[in-house]
């Protein structure tokens, strides 16, 4: 009896683009969708696939530390390049001898499925390459400056998706042959030759290429949306001066505040409310009082850390309100220049800042009017 084991396939996830239209700052894929960042999505699926022996997870140069989570995943880092058939090439030449099959999957392609997974190295039983694709179902038209110029028959028309699997070392010679940027690893194996099955598709593996696509993944995948809040506190005494700086703006008063910075009660407080929400430690922890450089200085360096953080973790900082308690100065005439500055600050629009004050009814300190406290909470939104 002779017995046919089954090829050994293994998977490249390419992650070393840089998403430019999808915008944000961040590259796409290492943005959060749900719980986890994009790439984690298709990571965490491949690795716990039963028929793959091994993931190779490409990522940029610069982002080699990107995504600590893979080494627990299991996963291999290979640096990519320039381009994204660059990238695949270098999760190929990875894998070389290690396996007969290989399937190449997007990053930026959440939502894939074990079905499609299963589907894709079936098909490679029989064919030395096969991919996932949706048919076209939308009419096609041809365009030119903004009309209609002409209709395009949608018979035979496929929406390609990946994984797009193949006979591992088919592909890498063709990939070592191509001579041309190829958009996918499908177009690099018909150049050489390959015959390349379809199998079905899923809307839920569709890929993140605009800012829009977000939402929609979300929908798709069902993850719901991630809303963070945080809040923060700080007190500062009055002290020499004949000015206080509150939420950014110099209002003159009989005293000044005392601190190591520029005592900005409000921009602390704000500033903690954002590290508050991202669970990322307090103003303290990320600008010590006790190095010297923060000596003196304008607190709009704290909440503009703070919302770059934000940014960087993939949040959007959907709102934020201050609330001054004291007697005196009077907040009322500068609270609007208040909000400007606040909202100039953090990089967002004024309509999502809200800066008002309370006195505290001649009570406690500041009722005695020896120090400024301020409230805050910040409302932050992934994606
Ligand atoms: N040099 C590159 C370019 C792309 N990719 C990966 O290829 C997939 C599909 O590419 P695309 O959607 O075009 O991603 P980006 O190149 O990042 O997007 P953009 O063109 O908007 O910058 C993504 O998972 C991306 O990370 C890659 O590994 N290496
Ligand atoms: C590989 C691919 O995802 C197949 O649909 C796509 O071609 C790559 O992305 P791009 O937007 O064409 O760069």
Same mark, same amino acid.
């Given at each position: ?77 290979? &640096?990519? #390049?320039?381009?994204?058939? @660059?990238?695949?090439? /270098?999760?190929?030449? $990875?894998?070389?001898?290690? =396996?007969?099959? !290989? ?59 990946? &994984?797009? #699997?193949?006979?591992?070392? @088919?592909?890498?010679? /063709?990939?070592?042959? $191509?001579?041309?940027?190829? =958009?996918?690893? !499908? ?66 008063? @009989?005293?000044?505040? /005392? ?125």
């Amino acid at each position: 009896m002779t017995s046919t084991a089954s090829p050994v396939t293994a998977a490249v996830l390419v992650a070393a683009g840089r998403g430019l239209r999808a915008g944000g700052g961040v590259p796409k894929q290492w943005r959060l969708l749900g719980d986890r960042p994009v790439a984690a999505h298709s990571a965490q699926l491949l690795a716990d696939h039963p028929r793959l022996s091994r993931v190779v997870l490409v990522v940029h140069p610069d982002d080699l530390e990107a995504a600590p989570w893979a080494t627990d995943l299991g996963l291999e880092i290979v &640096p990519g #390049g320039d381009s994204r058939s @660059a990238s695949v090439r /270098a999760g190929l030449e $990875a894998l070389e001898g290690q =396996a007969q099959n !290989v399937l190449i999957h997007d990053a930026a392609r959440p939502g894939l499925t074990a079905e499609i997974v299963d589907a894709v190295i079936d098909a490679l039983e029989t064919a030395p390459g096969a991919a996932p694709a949706l048919a076209v179902t939308d009419a096609l038209w041809r365009g030119t400056e903004g009309r209609v110029a002409g209709v395009q028959a949608r018979d035979g028309l496929w929406r390609a998706q990946t &994984p797009q #699997g193949f006979h591992l070392e @088919a592909i890498l010679a /063709a990939h070592r042959a $191509a001579t041309t940027q190829a =958009a996918d690893d !499908v177009e690099v194996a018909l150049a050489s030759g390959l015959e390349v099955a379809i199998v079905p598709g899923d809307e839920r593996n569709r890929k993140i290429t605009e800012a829009a696509d977000f939402e929609l993944a979300r929908q798709l995948m069902g993850s719901g949306m991630d809303i963070r809040t945080g809040n923060g506190f700080d007190v500062h005494r009055f002290g020499d001066g004949d000015r206080v700086v509150l939420c950014g703006v110099a209002v003159p008063h @009989a005293r000044g505040l /005392a601190g190591h910075s520029d005592a900005d009660v409000g921009l602390h407080a704000l500033s903690d409310a954002i590290y508050g929400a991202l669970a990322a430690g307090d103003i303290g922890q990320h600008f010590p009082p006790s190095d010297p450089t923060w000596k003196g200085a304008e607190s709009r360096i704290f909440l503009s850390h703070a919302a770059d953080l934000a940014r960087e973790r993939g949040f959007a900082i959907t709102h934020l309100d201050c609330t001054l308690i004291c007697e005196q100065p009077k907040i009322g005439p500068h609270a609007e220049t208040m909000r400007g500055r606040v909202a100039e600050i953090a990089g967002i629009d004024m309509e999502r800042v809200s800066v008002k004050a309370t006195t505290s009814e001649r009570l406690g300190f500041t009722g005695r009017e020896e120090g400024i406290a301020a409230l805050a909470t910040a409302t932050l939104v992934a994606g």
